[in-house]
């Protein structure tokens, strides 16, 4: 099986409780980047047998492939419904890391779109690097250094399509929202790049910074057709006091 497809079972196992996907899992080695998540203290299959008897619901909408790393996006129905960025990296065919990203489902925006629908299957493999190039250049250019009057150098302000629930295809409203200030910084405030991960047209920027003056982590999934930005989906999850972490790895 490829890696995001071994991927897809083993999400897949935290609402069905198999546990054979889990075997994918080198537990030895695994390191957990979910500051709530305890290590070690309890074997993933064991756990994904006690959560799927609480009735949880698990759909993989997208899942992609980059050499040792496999992202996917998702949606949880747990307590509550939850979209989120699943990362993985393998390690001599297993996966020995995860990081994720996770906030409450909104939505859907003024323009119609929610946070997980649009385009799924990645095309353009032959511009894996290009693409990902022009994700961090954006990312660098207008999110962290404010080069706001570039913004249109990299989206497409005709084809656009906005998935945030707070956003709409208008490029106008992304510049307002970017450009916001209080008292006197920057409500949205990317500031370092962790890492950028691409299969073909699809290309996730993992980013750390502020959002309305609290630390946080962006995950931004863009995908990306003739060097221009056309579709864009999007999680910000608040990174908790180090005081309150249950494991030692950091969020990145």
Request: glycine letters at 8%; proline letters at 3%.
């Amino acid at each position: 099986m490829a890696k995001k497809d071994q991927i897809k079972a083993l999400l897949k196992s935290i609402e069905t409780g198999d546990p054979e996907p889990v075997a994918i899992v080198n537990e030895d080695k695994y390191i957990q980047h979910n500051p709530q998540t305890h290590e070690g203290s309890e074997g993933l299959a064991v756990l994904f047998q006690r959560l799927s008897k609480t009735s949880p619901r698990v759909n993989i909408v997208r899942a992609f492939e980059d050499g040792d790393f496999v992202f996917a996006h998702t949606e949880y129905d747990f307590s509550r419904r939850n979209i989120g960025f699943e990362v993985f990296r393998f390690e001599d065919g297993r996966a020995v890391e995860h990081c994720d990203n996770i906030q409450a489902r909104l939505g859907p925006n003024q323009s119609g779109h929610s946070m997980v629908d649009g385009a799924t299957e990645a095309v353009d493999h032959e511009s894996t690097e290009t693409n990902r190039a022009i994700v961090r250049s954006f990312v660098k250019m207008v999110l962290i250094d404010g080069q706001l009057d570039r913004l249109t150098d990299y989206v497409d302000k005709d084809t656009y399509v906005e998935h945030n629930p707070r956003l709409t295809d208008d490029l106008s409203g992304l510049y307002l929202a970017l450009e916001a200030k209080d008292n006197g910084s920057r409500q949205i405030d990317y500031q370092q790049i962790h890492r950028v991960l691409a299969e073909g047209n699809f290309v996730l920027c993992v980013s750390e910074g502020n959002f309305d003056g609290n630390h946080c982590a962006f995950y931004n999934l863009f995908r990306v057709t003739d060097g221009m930005l056309v579709e864009h989906w999007d999680t910000t999850e608040n990174i908790s006091p180090r005081s309150g972490w249950k494991n030692d790895n950091g969020k990145f």
